[in-house]
């Protein structure tokens, strides 16, 4: 009689290599998202520059971003002039809420003023234009 061995059976066992490099690429990522090496959406803008800027108090606000080519955006997203007012006043509930206007150095004056008077008339008071410490 004859006898035939039986092969081995192998026992599954996980790659560490690809698991570890999946690790590392994510691990990457996460570190370029937090020190901001690759940008968030929303409009790039270069803040105008003053020797008082100052930091402002944690309170609940809305950011309004001033783009060239008449580009306006609430809070990352595109929003037409006419909106703004009725947007605003659906993120005001119960506590007064805070506009910072963050508006490239290339926009014009005029556009600004326009924009600034159009949340006064909508009864925003408390408007703040963003800029960098020189």
Same mark, same amino acid.
């Given at each position: 009689?004859?006898?035939?061995?039986?092969?081995?059976?192998?026992?599954?066992?996980?790659?560490?290599?690809?698991?570890?490099?999946?690790?590392?690429?994510?691990?990457?990522?996460?570190?370029?998202?937090?020190?901001? +090496?690759?940008?968030?959406?929303?409009?790039?803008? /270069? =803040?105008? $520059?003053?020797?008082? *800027?100052? @930091?402002?108090?944690?309170? #609940?606000?809305?950011? +309004?971003?001033?783009?060239?080519?008449?580009?306006? /955006? =609430?809070? $990352?997203?595109?929003? *037409?002039? @006419?909106?703004?007012?009725? #947007?605003?006043?659906?993120?005001?509930?119960?506590?007064?809420?805070?506009?910072? =206007?963050?508006?490239?150095?290339?926009?014009?004056?005029?556009?600004?003023?326009?924009?600034?008077?159009?949340?006064?008339?909508?009864?925003?008071?408390?408007?703040?234009?963003?800029?960098?410490?020189?």
């Amino acid at each position: 009689m004859r006898s035939w061995n039986e092969a081995r059976k192998n026992k599954a066992h996980i790659e560490l290599i690809p698991m570890i490099d999946v690790m590392m690429f994510l691990l990457v990522f996460f570190v370029l998202i937090s020190l901001n +090496v690759i940008p968030a959406q929303g409009l790039k803008t /270069q =803040l105008p $520059g003053a020797a008082s *800027a100052q @930091q402002l108090k944690p309170q #609940k606000k809305a950011i +309004v971003t001033l783009g060239d080519n008449d580009r306006l /955006q =609430l809070d $990352g997203q595109p929003i *037409a002039l @006419q909106d703004l007012v009725d #947007k605003l006043k659906q993120q005001q509930q119960s506590e007064p809420l805070t506009i910072i =206007l963050n508006s490239d150095k290339g926009v014009a004056v005029e556009r600004l003023v326009a924009v600034m008077d159009n949340l006064r008339q909508g009864g925003f008071t408390s408007v703040s234009i963003a800029t960098r410490k020189l």
